[in-house]
Nanobody, 123 residues
Framework: QVQLVESGGGLVQAGGSLRLTCAAS????????MGWFRQAPGKEREFVVT????????FYANAVKGRFTISRDNAKNTVYLQMDSLRPDDTAVYYC????????????????WGQGTQVTVSS
């Protein structure tokens, strides 16, 4: 029922910033917890951050704490990932995902996924 489309990826130098956007379809966006995951070449999909439906709770992977910030605008059916102080090891395809109500770090618990957007950080 929910369609997700990521945008905002690109090529940046180490230390730079990007903001990713995930646009969702549907009438009950605020009922879904949202997550960002990433997958680098040769690696498994990795949890990045999640946010509750209301936006009042967040949880970040240790690798991105202090550098990435998740936010959402339920009136616009949109979730954002602000990425600062980017490093080469942040290079990956970034995916937006949705699940019911509460946040989770487990990829298999997310029902809906976007197509991904490429983030490349050069050294």
């Amino acid at each position: 029922q929910v369609q997700l489309v990521e945008s905002g990826g690109g090529l940046v130098q180490a230390g730079g910033s990007l903001r990713l956007t995930c646009a969702a379809s549907g009438r009950t966006f605020s009922s879904y917890a949202m997550g960002w995951f990433r997958q680098a070449p040769g690696k498994e999909r990795e949890f990045v951050v999640t946010i509750s439906g209301s936006g009042d709770s967040t949880f970040y992977a240790n690798a991105v704490k202090g550098r990435f910030t998740i936010s959402r605008d339920n009136a616009k059916n949109t979730v954002y990932l602000q990425m600062d102080s980017l490093r080469p090891d942040d290079t990956a395809v970034y995916y937006c995902a949705a699940r019911s109500s509460v946040p989770s770090v487990t990829p298999s618990s997310y029902v809906y996924w976007g197509q991904g957007t490429q983030v490349t950080v050069s050294s």
